[in-house]
């Protein structure tokens, strides 16, 4: 039994080491591999299924809003980064040049895209005369780099890849529309598919997207207490409108600036998915991800029927779900504990006595709890199972967040929770940024958002002391 | 009418001006534009909705084969490229080169990927052990970058979408085996679901791709008479496993090199579909791939009945086919020119009239063929259209092919039928590259491919007259 654990027993505990418990199960999951590009990640089949799912679903809620793909190009000359200077004084700093195509140099350096709002904007310029072209509902799937110097699979890696949106309305009042519509589709999306509970908000103006007029974003809280931020959506009001001169005729043919919108997620939210729901024995899926949502073990499987039995139930069940059966010659005990460390959200068992009961038997991957079921009805059985699973974990990972969030009232207080207490701190804010680097400085937090439902947990800035009747969630994050 | 017909008269006519033509159809259909990176395009809506359909089928097709996807990273370090000697000569003069992140210089500069073999390889290096880890069947979904001088929307651009299949097998028999497997696929895909015949066969040694063993083809010819290479599968043999030393234990605990494979398919084929179908009205799509497969007009909207029938239709279609409708204010005979253009398969009219006769009129855009038929059993009749319409553009295209396709069998025939006679040149071929370049040199044709039907229009090499057994299809090509 010893050797058939191996593979689990090699994952480092979340309490021994959080960060060394994060990089044993990103490997030995075979989510990722490194590989000699610096700071950029392999996708491996196994994560790039989780990805192709995420892509699927939130690629539905895009065009089920009226959004269609297109595709920019991956550079933008140095001259059209530079159009709006807010937006690039916050990513300048961290593009990647190409200077050289073949062997000539380039008259003008090209960056790898690390968003694309200013080739958004150059083409919507192009395009966009008249009110009757409006709105323009664009998003596209790609790769974007950002030069980081500290990089974490998923989290934080030179490229990674991610949908970015991009819009254009006629009016204020629509674009802000837009951004709060995305925010609730980003929030329903981690809520209802991935069983992560989020916090909707606004960010303050420091944390804020380089060359927003307001940023959204969606927070979730992980295993060790700190705070990821999961899907933002950005308010550009009309300031790369005039930087980049995006102007239409209205219905009394007078010129109008346009009001833009971008929001993203990226493969960031699969390391949010490992750190919200993953356990000492590895991963643990959200059904509606998973890359195999039903595991097959044949027990036994050299008695008459059993693998016979076993590959109709993977045929049946495959028309539903996504199935697979593990018939390696690999003992039950070392298939049990590598399908649980791959975080498959039911394991079936089949062996000979089940099948003299016409029964098998689940394994929930999330509680696991173990039932004998009936073959009959097995699809329902599964159905209200997976169902049940998702409600199971999104209610687990929300009673941890009610569990690790706290409120400070004073200066005294919030010092005192930020040093010893990971989560999320709620506590009041005058709105001086002062306060804010004040906060960062001294107790080595910086604001999460500042939630659509407002709280008032006292009357002062537990900063300064001031008046104060705006809510924020203060944590440390990723 | 004059006003009306304005979108279409705008085309240039293939006769007057080929090359305009194609830059016509792709600007006016909205199909792609232009940046102000060189050499770069945007695919904008309508184009990237044919490249989302075209990834549906393609990656469900190697999905059924075995195929799981994966995303290398973007960039190759420069030591990397450099570790397969003929590759990289192929490559290097057509790369992009990353030389600073931020504004720090990189101390090893790293290359835009402008294809990913020496990536999967070192990552198959260090994850392959046994013979129990073969074969291993990837596929990545990515851009790729070629610094290529003279460019063309969709068939020669410096970016460009594609899907790269990188494999690793036990045998040189299985490498061989998956080789021509994945170009079938291809060759499938282009005849079934594009209407685009193809000749399957080998690349001469000149024409094969840098580093590979064997280099397969699929070729089609276009409306003007020349070829487009439109999806190719290399055999490497062990040639870049012994570069990058990615061996394997066998069933006798020997050790062994894998044997590998490559195929890809890109945004170029869209060029393909356009060549193919196209005509002087605009494109002409197949309606596997076409983003509408109806499009809905209302004749006399305001007329009582017609705008709410109309609408139902669409939502009653819209279950089987890509439906769309055209409520807008301008007049019947402008979105007739309008969708024509767009290359819509099926136009769908409703008029008051058509209502009384519980019909519509159906127009095909392949042939200009109108009939009225009955609103009862219309999706059937629409099916069978549509069928219909892809069965009559591939025997079209094939039919052309035919009739463009000529015989060699002297130097003297073999250069004039070049100079005056665009087409596919079929000539028997000694397999001395010096011919190929002679051909290439004084006719100006290239080897497309030695097809996999061999025929015997002659027993003597068509530029030296020595003893010859292979027949080859020669050409211009884009």
Redesign the interface.
């Known amino acids: 039994m010893a050797n058939e654990k191996k593979a689990v027993e090699s994952i480092t505990s979340m309490e021994e080491d959080f960060g060394q418990w994060y990089t044993d199960v990103v490997k030995k999951t075979d989510l990722i591999?490194y590989?000699?590009?610096k700071g950029?990640?392999?996708?491996?089949?196994y994560g790039?299924?989780i990805?192709?799912n995420i892509q699927h679903q939130l690629d539905k809620m895009f065009k089920e809003t009226g959004h269609?793909?297109?595709?920019?190009?991956?550079?933008?000359?140095e001259?059209?980064l530079n159009k709006e200077k807010e937006h690039v004084e916050g990513f300048?700093?961290?593009?990647?040049?190409?200077?050289?195509?073949?062997?000539e140099k380039l008259q003008e350096r090209?960056c790898?895209r690390p968003t694309s709002e200013t080739?958004f904007c150059?083409?919507y310029a192009?395009?966009i005369r008249s009110y009757r072209d409006l709105p323009k509902l664009?998003n596209q799937w790609?790769?974007v780099?950002r030069?980081e110097k500290n990089t974490r699979p998923f989290l934080r890696s030179?490229?990674f890849?991610w949908q970015e949106g991009h819009t254009m309305h006629a009016t204020a009042e629509e674009s802000q529309e837009e951004t709060q519509r995305m925010l609730r589709v980003y929030a329903e999306f981690c809520e209802k598919y991935l069983a992560i509970p989020v916090v909707m908000g606004r960010k303050t103006d420091k944390e804020k997207f380089a060359g927003a007029l307001e940023t959204y974003t969606i927070e979730a809280l992980m295993h060790d207490g700190k705070a990821l931020q999961s899907g933002t959506s950005h308010n550009f009001g009309d300031g790369f409108a005039r930087a980049f001169n995006i102007t239409y005729l209205d219905r009394n043919n007078q010129l109008q600036y346009c009001h833009q919108t971008s929001w993203g997620m990226s493969t960031r939210i699969i390391g949010g998915i490992i750190m919200t729901h993953g356990d000492n024995n590895g991963l643990v899926l959200p059904p509606f991800i998973a890359p195999t949502q039903v595991m097959i073990i044949p027990i036994a499987a050299h008695k008459s029927g059993v693998a016979e039995k076993a590959r109709e139930l993977k045929n049946q069940l495959g028309l539903k779900f996504r199935t697979d059966i593990d018939e390696s010659d690999n003992t039950p005990g070392w298939k049990f504990a590598e399908h649980e460390m791959r975080g498959i959200p039911l394991r079936l068992e089949l062996g000979p006595r089940d099948l003299e009961n016409n029964a098998c038997v689940l394994v929930r991957r999330d509680n696991g709890e173990k039932i004998s079921v009936s073959l009959d009805g097995l699809e329902e059985t599964v159905e209200t199972l997976l169902a049940d699973i998702t409600a199971s974990m999104y209610n687990l990972a929300m009673e941890r967040r009610e569990r690790m969030t706290y409120t400070a009232h004073t200066f005294d207080e919030m010092k005192e929770i930020a040093a010893n207490k990971p989560g999320f701190i709620k506590a009041m804010w005058c709105q001086d940024p002062a306060c804010e680097l004040n906060l960062k400085e001294r107790c080595d937090v910086t604001s999460r958002c500042m939630p659509f439902d407002n709280e008032s947990v006292s009357d002062i800035c537990v900063c300064c002391g001031q008046k104060a009747d705006r809510l924020v969630y203060w944590g440390k994050a990723y």
């Open positions: 591999d590989s000699s590009v950029c990640m392999i996708i491996r089949p790039y299924a990805w192709e269609v793909n297109v595709c920019m190009p991956l550079f933008i000359p001259s059209l300048a700093p961290e593009v990647a040049w190409v200077t050289h195509g073949g062997s090209l790898v080739l150059e083409h192009n395009i664009y790609c790769n780099v030069w030179r490229e890849l």
